[in-house]
Nanobody, 118 residues
Framework: QVQLVESGGGLVPPGGSLTVSCAAS????????MGWVRQAPGKGLEWVSV???????????YYRDSVKGRFTISRDNAKNTVHLQMNSLKPEDTGLYYC????????WGKGTLVTVAS
């Protein structure tokens, strides 16, 4: 069955860096967009970033405006993993980060918590 397992969350001070990762299994990874969605405490879900599958999109990436220039999404199709490198983190980046499959999101991971605080 499809599984998405996130890792790498934690506590980081403002201005710091963190990379969260997602290990995918149970499907042909390279056939799907992969992305990250987050939920800040007491707020709704929001897209963070998406990366196209390799065959047609060549790894084309998309970011929400608030993270452009600070976050980088990447994928390793040989290892079925997707990563989100986050630099210059701000307190407003705090939240539960979910790995998701597809732009229509048919599968979610359980999330990994990122807390940006001094």
């Amino acid at each position: 069955q499809v599984q998405l397992v996130e890792s790498g969350g934690g506590l980081v001070p403002p201005g710091g860096s963190l990379t969260v990762s997602c290990a995918a299994s149970g499907f042909t990874f390279n056939n799907f967009y992969m992305g990250w969605v987050r939920q800040a405490p007491g707020k709704g879900l929001e897209w963070v970033s998406v990366i196209k599958f390799g065959r047609f999109g060549g790894g084309t990436t998309y970011y929400r405006d608030s993270v452009k220039g600070r976050f980088t999404i990447s994928r390793d199709n040989a290892k079925n993993t997707v990563h989100l490198q986050m630099n210059s983190l701000k307190p407003e980046d705090t939240g539960l980060y979910y790995c998701v499959r597809g732009v229509g999101i048919d599968y979610w991971g359980k999330g990994t918590l990122v807390t940006v605080a001094s």
